[in-house]
């Protein structure tokens, strides 16, 4: 990345407000640091040469402490705001990139979301010392150099060319050092992101490997990782330590130079005192921003290295989407015709054909690794069809923009207008903290009902019998004022089924999409949840749903097998795994859903 990349100032509007602070903070730097120069030579000379007293020079006593205190303010202030900006911009890179990451997709995400999970943590903290530290000090070497070399120009010529012949040595050492230290933060993060993607993997895993006796097995890969990460990390403090003593020598001769040639001018007449100190109390001044620049560069090159690769995700682009609104999903049928999806050298489903007609609930049937969620993606529309097609029958006059009574592609229908129909239920239900009458209604509509004393809404206490979550709000101390974790921690498995299904009956959504609903559940949890698809069938929805047992198949009615087949001539070299559940309902959730 740039020094001061200009995508930064595009994506981030703090970042951008914070450079013209501290371009404003710098200018008002450089004037006060000439001031205190001029002043405190202009205070010593006469008191040397002339052996004046202090009360003789109490006004430039007096203008010297008030430069003082103006540097203290303008450090205090630009200090402050760096702390503020830095964190404003990480939360504005942090939303962009999951607007970006939910705007690619699935598939998208199930290639980089544990790369990207870790960039957005530990990655993008390393852009704090960017900004307080790198930034300010790049601003005012644009800032503070060139007037306080300005000044000594008018003061002093000889000292000036003294300047002018040992300036340039730091920025090319810093260049030499710069592209080293690059490469090595470059290395760190991605030694950092394997670590993040393997431990979250491990995590994700951790039950299965648990059951099969294999929890220790991935401890030397972790461990090797870990050491490789550290590895690196020390590689980059090294070369930062290294470089900063070789800057620091570089500058310490540079103002020693000019140093010893104003004192050899002092000693044989050639410059008064009062000039001659001026230039050496500015000499440092110069090179100084220049010195901090390359001392801190260590220290932004983590986040420098974090930042390209936001800047990578942002830039990628997004699949075309349609833009004709969606027919009417209470009235018309979808038509799934030869759909296969390529995933893991595989077509999965592969060649599907069945028809879904509103108000009937539906059952996807088949082998594990069938393609059965996969095909449920794509009828969410958050997965590409490979080879076919999905087709929705709208009723005369349903779909504006559209011929009477004709078949709209689902490729061709705005996402937006079809996510609003659905509601999307996996087998683990996207769950955020609070309350389960927060959860089911909302925080808004929660805290305006707590407000004024309502009673739990009619609908609210029916849906929640239908499911039978009432027999779980029966039995906590709090009822529906029930605190819960991330994920729904505080329940079980099968009570946060019935919780999900209690929001997807409360919603006004004409299809409802349940992933396995039934999975590791006991009978008694399975009968409450068949007694919720019953209910949502009643109603008048389309239902689909993913099941491997009977009895959801036996409500069924309509049952449609999917299969996958193997026919590595066929298959897209470029396809890839189809996402988890997990990443199609972080998508749909942050899409607008969630239900």
């Known amino acids: 990345m740039k020094p001061l990349d200009p995508r930064l100032m595009r ?5 951008r407000r914070y450079v013209v602070l501290t371009a404003v903070t710098g200018v008002l730097t450089a004037i006060l640091v000439v001031a205190q120069a001029w002043l405190i030579s202009r205070i010593i000379s006469p008191v040397i040469l002339d052996r004046a007293r202090p009360g003789e020079l109490s006004g430039l006593l007096a ?53 990207t999970a870790t960039l957005l943590t530990r990655g993008l903290d390393d852009l704090e010392p960017y900004f307080v530290r790198y930034l300010p000090q ?16 008018a003061a002093d010529i000889p000292s000036t060319v003294a300047v002018v012949l040992t300036i340039p040595l730091i920025p090319v050492f810093m260049i030499l050092i710069g592209r080293l230290t690059q490469e090595y933060s470059t290395q ?18 951790l039950p299965t490997l648990k059951a ?76 100084n921003p220049l010195r901090q620049v390359g001392f801190h560069f260590h220290a932004s090159a983590n986040g420098v290295a974090a930042a390209e690769a936001v800047f990578s995700i942002l830039e990628t682009p997004i699949p075309e989407r349609g833009t004709t609104a969606a027919p009417s999903l209470a009235t018309a049928t979808i038509r799934i015709e030869g759909l296969s999806v390529a995933a893991r050298g595989a077509w999965a489903p592969h060649d599907l054909t069945a028809v879904i007609r509103p108000g009937r609930l539906v059952v996807l049937t088949g082998d594990s690794g069938a393609g059965k969620t996969t095909t449920a993606q794509v009828l969410l529309g958050l997965l590409p069809a490979d080879r076919g097609r999905v087709l929705i029958s709208a009723p ?66 029916r849906a929640a019998a239908q499911s039978g979550l009432d027999e779980v709000i029966a039995s906590l101390e709090h009822g529906w004022s029930t605190p819960i974790g991330q994920g729904g921690v505080g329940l079980s498995i099968g009570q946060r ?31 409450h949840v068949l007694r919720a698809v019953e209910a949502l069938r009643a109603e008048g929805r389309t ?24 026919d590595p001539d066929t298959i897209p070299s470029e396809g890839t795994a189809p996402p988890g559940e997990a990443a199609a309902a972080g998508a749909l959730t942050r899409a607008g859903d969630g239900r």
């Open 11 to 15: 994506y981030a509007h703090s970042a």
């Open 63 to 115: 203008a010297l402490a008030g430069v003082a205190v103006a540097r203290a303010l303008v450090v205090l202030v630009q200090e402050g705001r760096a702390h503020r900006a830095a964190a404003s911009t990480i939360i504005e890179l942090r939303r962009l990139v999951l607007a970006r990451a939910a705007a690619l997709g699935p598939r998208w995400q199930s290639t980089h979301g544990a790369d």
């Open 138 to 153: 790049l601003l005012l070497a644009a800032t503070v150099t060139p007037m306080t070399g300005a000044v000594m120009l």
């Open 188 to 205: 760190r993060l991605a030694a950092m992101e394997r670590l993040g993607s393997q431990v979250l993997d491990l995590i994700a895993g």
């Open 212 to 287: 099969l006796g294999r929890e220790t097995g991935p401890v030397k890969r972790v461990r090797a990782l870990g050491e490789a990460y550290n590895a690196t990390t020390m590689s980059t403090l090294r070369v930062a330590f290294l470089s900063g003593a070789v800057l620091e020598f570089i500058t310490t001769l540079s103002v020693a130079i000019i140093a010893v040639e104003v004192g050899f001018r002092l000693l044989y007449g050639g410059l008064d005192l009062a000039t001659g100190l001026l230039v050496i109390m500015i000499a440092p001044e110069i090179f």
């Open 396 to 461: 005369l006059g349903d779909s504006p923009g559209t011929p009477a009574g004709g078949l709209i592609d689902l490729a061709d229908i705005d996402p937006a207008t079809w996510w609003e129909q659905i509601s999307w239920v996996p087998q683990r239900p996207a769950i955020l903290p609070g309350t389960l009458l927060a959860h089911v209604l909302g925080e808004d509509e929660e805290a305006a009902m707590r407000a004024s004393g309502a009673p739990i809404p009619e609908a609210v206490e």
């Open 497 to 527: 089924q019935r919780l999900a299904l209690t929001r997807a009956l409360l919603a006004p959504r004409p299809l409802v999409v349940l992933d396995e609903p039934t999975a590791h559940l006991d009978a008694a949890s399975e009968a």
């Open 543 to 566: 239902i689909i749903v993913i099941a491997h047992r009977r009895a959801l198949i036996a409500i069924a009615d309509d049952v449609v097998e999917v299969r996958s087949t193997h």
